[in-house]
């Protein structure tokens, strides 16, 4: 590898061909097929996600990975290249690229590589990014997903595998719009450790593709070797699309550059699909290329200036030695591993929960995180059904995070434990997860002061039932007629009772009343 | 191996280096001279042998990750030509 300009070969062959050969592994589902004029098309999808490696110093230089810092604050001499600066590895993101590995179920590659993937671009400091490319740490790998639910509820379970995984260093991050005729560029970025995860194109729906990211997240947030937040760009996907006729070889692809949300990246999909299927029904062809996708637009564009920076002139980075070290190291890592997604689902469906249930709970780090804190010490279907259905399903309609849910998990507990001790009934319990929401406080407090508990004293209700049976003679002939009317009578002393008796009191108590 | 005068602008052109026909030419035959002479290594039978990283035998030192750099912006952007704020200012690059 020393003779830099014989590697011609490279230079005109994408860098694919010179990876391990494509293979399908999927057998086609019509489930997934894309409508077309005269048939159905099937969709390849393969991605590239971008993940920022979760450490406090940058992949070669001890300058803070800090996000939202002053511009260039956070830059070393190095990550600015200025001349003679060497770098010199973060062993922690070794370690969390190993990690990441093992989560995979990858093979670890005890010896990797650094290359220089040369470019120029102004956020670029060095002309060339450190990457690895013929030698990257961590081999192949599987990840489960969990398409669905369907409308049964019902999940898929899809393999997707994993081709590689490697180091590599980030870019700055160039501004447009400060000033008329110049671009503005921080640093600060520049030189942070990135793992690019790279899938088989073993993907053949936009609900497999957002099942398989969502996933990912899920297990590098498990890990905790990535934030996975997508809206500070620490997570970002470069998807790669083609469309063919179900069954047939792969179709030219073209590659859609930074998504940077789960719900673009489908929009992005959708859009590219549908582009590719209407050329090829017009009798033309996919130009393979690189396509940018604009969010406010909804659609994706070519990105033709691009075109000739794919040359990248790979070689080894001769201020690196390559990257080496032993089983006992992997195994180190791999005794800190903490639970992973499949394996916490699998215990919550064995600790009495559906499958829907704990599919949803795992799918993300912070609803898991939150159930298990709220089901300490509860039942935990209870539980699931008020943190899936009554929190999620708020959280959805508000457009929030679970982070930033008003209602903590101490308070949602305090709900739960107040309709387990019959204090209020599950009907007012959802008017005290409202009011939870609205206005915050102790739940108990809340109850107490607002007169919300269920009104046990069967004397009150005994009143109430009496004053309607008194003032409905007929309702009462009729419900001796037809025991099933008992339901009118029911709502009534509920109403009466503004929806505080306990709703298996005033059953028992109008069925005994009416039989006399 | 050698190389063409196509070869050589495409090489310019890719590292932002302006170089006109004339240069190209004579940058031609001193990439051929010097490629010609790292070609006597083909002579050298090297099967078997691995790939020299390094001419000490050492395995990659690895640092701490530790905040140990930074908070220097006046010294990075000192030799910008130009700079704001302690923002580079470079001609505009936009998509």
Same mark, same amino acid.
């Given at each position: 590898?020393?003779?830099?300009?014989?590697?011609?070969?490279?230079?005109? $062959?994408p860098?694919?061909?010179?990876?391990?050969?494509?293979?399908?592994?999927? /057998?086609?589902?019509?489930?997934?097929?894309?409508?077309g004029?005269?048939?159905?098309?099937?969709? *390849?999808?393969?991605?590239?996600v971008?993940?920022?490696?979760?450490?406090?110093?940058?992949?070669?230089s001890?300058?803070?990975?800090?996000?939202g810092?002053?511009?260039? !604050?956070?830059?070393?001499?190095?990550?600015?290249?200025?001349?003679?600066?060497?770098? $010199?590895?973060?062993?922690?993101?070794?370690?969390?690229?190993?990690?990441?590995?093992?989560?995979?179920?990858?093979?670890?590659?005890?010896?990797? $590589?650094? %290359?220089?993937k040369?470019?120029f671009?102004?956020?670029?400091p060095?002309?060339?990014?450190?990457?690895?490319?013929?030698?990257?740490?961590?081999?192949?790998?599987?990840?489960?997903?969990?398409?669905?639910?369907?409308?049964?509820?019902?999940?898929?379970?899809?393999?997707?595998? *994993?081709?590689?995984?490697?180091?590599?260093?980030?870019?700055?991050?160039?501004?447009?719009?400060?000033?008329?005729?110049?671009?503005? *560029?921080?640093?600060?970025?520049?030189?942070?450790?990135?793992?690019?995860?790279?899938s088989?194109?073993?993907?053949?729906?936009?609900?497999?593709?957002?099942?398989?990211?969502?996933?990912?997240?899920?297990?590098?947030?498990?890990?905790? /070797?990535?934030?996975?937040?997508?809206?500070?760009? !620490?997570?970002?996907?470069?998807?790669?699309?083609s469309?063919?006729?179900?069954g047939?070889?792969?179709?030219?692809?073209?590659?859609?550059?930074?998504?940077?949300?789960?719900?673009?990246?489908?929009?992005?999909?959708?859009?590219?699909?549908?582009?590719?299927? %209407?050329?090829?029904?017009?009798?033309?062809?996919?130009?393979?290329?690189?396509?940018?996708?604009?969010?406010?637009?909804?659609?994706?564009r070519?990105?033709?200036?691009?075109?000739?920076?794919?040359?990248?002139?790979?070689?080894?980075?001769?201020?690196?030695?390559?990257?080496?070290?032993?089983?006992?190291?992997?195994?180190?890592i791999?005794?800190?591993?903490?639970?992973l997604?499949?394996?916490?689902?699998?215990?919550?469906?064995e600790?009495g929960?559906?499958?829907?249930?704990?599919?949803?709970?795992?799918?993300?780090?912070?609803?898991?995180?939150?159930?298990?804190?709220?089901?300490?010490?509860?039942?935990?279907?209870?539980?699931?059904?008020?943190?899936?259905? %009554?929190?999620?399903?708020?959280?959805?309609?508000?457009?929030?995070?679970?982070?930033? !849910?008003p209602?903590?998990p101490?308070?949602?507990?305090g709900?739960?434990?107040?309709?387990?001790?019959?204090?209020?009934?599950?009907?007012?319990?959802?008017?005290?997860?409202?009011?939870?929401?609205n206005?915050?406080?102790?739940?108990?407090?809340?109850v107490?002061?607002?007169?919300?508990?269920q009104?046990?004293?069967?004397?009150?209700?005994?009143?109430?039932?009496?004053?309607?049976?008194?003032?409905?003679?007929?309702?009462?002939?009729?419900?001796?007629?037809?025991?099933?009317?008992?339901?009118?009578?029911?709502?009534? $002393?509920?109403?009466a009772?503004?929806?505080?008796?306990?709703?298996?009191?005033v059953?028992?108590?109008?069925?005994?009343?009416?039989?006399? | 191996?050698?190389?063409d005068?196509?070869?050589?602008?495409?090489v310019?052109?890719?590292?932002?280096?302006?170089?006109?026909?004339?240069?190209?030419?004579?940058?031609?035959?001193?990439?051929?001279?010097?490629?010609?002479?790292?070609?006597?290594?083909? &002579?050298?039978?090297?099967?078997?042998?691995?790939?020299?990283?390094?001419?000490?035998?050492?395995?990659?030192?690895?640092?701490?990750?530790?905040?140990? &750099?930074?908070?220097?912006? &006046?010294d990075?952007?000192?030799?910008?030509?130009?700079?704001? &704020?302690?923002?580079?200012?470079?001609?505009?690059?936009?998509?």
């Amino acid at each position: 590898m020393l003779d830099v300009l014989a590697t011609e070969q490279e230079i005109t $062959v994408p860098m694919e061909a010179s990876m391990t050969e494509l293979v399908d592994v999927r /057998t086609p589902n019509p489930k997934n097929f894309f409508p077309g004029e005269d048939h159905e098309w099937e969709l *390849v999808i393969g991605l590239e996600v971008h993940a920022q490696v979760t450490s406090n110093a940058k992949l070669f230089s001890g300058a803070s990975t800090a996000f939202g810092s002053e511009q260039n !604050s956070n830059v070393s001499l190095v990550d600015a290249a200025m001349p003679g600066m060497l770098p $010199v590895i973060n062993e922690v993101c070794v370690r969390q690229a190993v990690k990441t590995g093992l989560g995979m179920n990858a093979v670890i590659n005890k010896r990797s $590589v650094f %290359d220089r993937k040369n470019y120029f671009y102004p956020d670029l400091p060095q002309g060339y990014q450190i990457s690895q490319l013929y030698h990257p740490i961590v081999g192949e790998g599987t990840i489960t997903v969990q398409v669905g639910p369907d409308k049964a509820g019902k999940f898929e379970t899809v393999e997707i595998g *994993v081709e590689r995984l490697h180091l590599e260093q980030d870019a700055g991050k160039s501004m447009h719009d400060q000033h008329p005729t110049m671009s503005f *560029v921080d640093l600060n970025r520049s030189g942070v450790a990135l793992m690019e995860i790279v899938s088989k194109p073993d993907i053949r729906s936009i609900d497999e593709a957002k099942a398989y990211v969502t996933k990912l997240r899920s297990i590098l947030r498990y890990l905790g /070797t990535c934030d996975g937040n997508m809206d500070q760009g !620490s997570m970002r996907a470069d998807v790669n699309v083609s469309v063919r006729k179900p069954g047939d070889d792969f179709g030219t692809r073209c590659e859609i550059k930074n998504v940077n949300s789960i719900r673009f990246m489908g929009q992005a999909i959708e859009y590219e699909a549908k582009r590719q299927i %209407d050329i090829l029904e017009d009798g033309g062809s996919i130009d393979q290329e690189t396509r940018l996708f604009d969010p406010v637009k909804v659609e994706t564009r070519s990105m033709r200036s691009k075109e000739e920076a794919h040359d990248y002139r790979y070689f080894p980075d001769p201020d690196l030695l390559p990257l080496e070290f032993d089983d006992a190291f992997i195994e180190e890592i791999r005794a800190e591993l903490p639970e992973l997604p499949d394996q916490k689902r699998t215990r919550f469906m064995e600790e009495g929960l559906s499958e829907y249930d704990a599919s949803i709970l795992v799918s993300d780090k912070s609803y898991a995180d939150y159930f298990e804190q709220v089901a300490e010490g509860r039942d935990s279907k209870t539980t699931a059904n008020w943190v899936i259905n %009554d929190l999620l399903g708020a959280l959805n309609k508000a457009s929030k995070d679970l982070d930033n !849910s008003p209602v903590s998990p101490t308070q949602l507990g305090g709900i739960i434990d107040l309709i387990k001790a019959d204090t209020i009934s599950g009907k007012i319990a959802k008017d005290l997860f409202e009011i939870v929401w609205n206005e915050g406080g102790d739940p108990a407090k809340i109850v107490e002061d607002r007169g919300m508990a269920q009104v046990t004293d069967t004397g009150a209700i005994e009143a109430a039932i009496d004053e309607i049976i008194a003032a409905n003679p007929d309702k009462v002939a009729e419900v001796r007629e037809k025991p099933k009317m008992i339901g009118w009578f029911v709502g009534q $002393v509920m109403a009466a009772t503004g929806g505080k008796a306990n709703p298996k009191a005033v059953n028992e108590l109008l069925q005994k009343k009416i039989a006399e | 191996m050698s190389v063409d005068t196509a070869t050589v602008k495409r090489v310019a052109k890719l590292s932002r280096i302006a170089i006109t026909d004339e240069r190209a030419e004579s940058m031609r035959e001193e990439l051929n001279t010097i490629l010609g002479f790292v070609e006597q290594l083909n &002579d050298v039978n090297v099967d078997g042998v691995e790939p020299m990283t390094s001419v000490v035998d050492m395995q990659m030192r690895k640092r701490m990750d530790e905040v140990t &750099d930074g908070n220097i912006a &006046d010294d990075v952007t000192a030799n910008a030509p130009a700079s704001e &704020d302690n923002f580079f200012m470079v001609p505009k690059v936009v998509e």
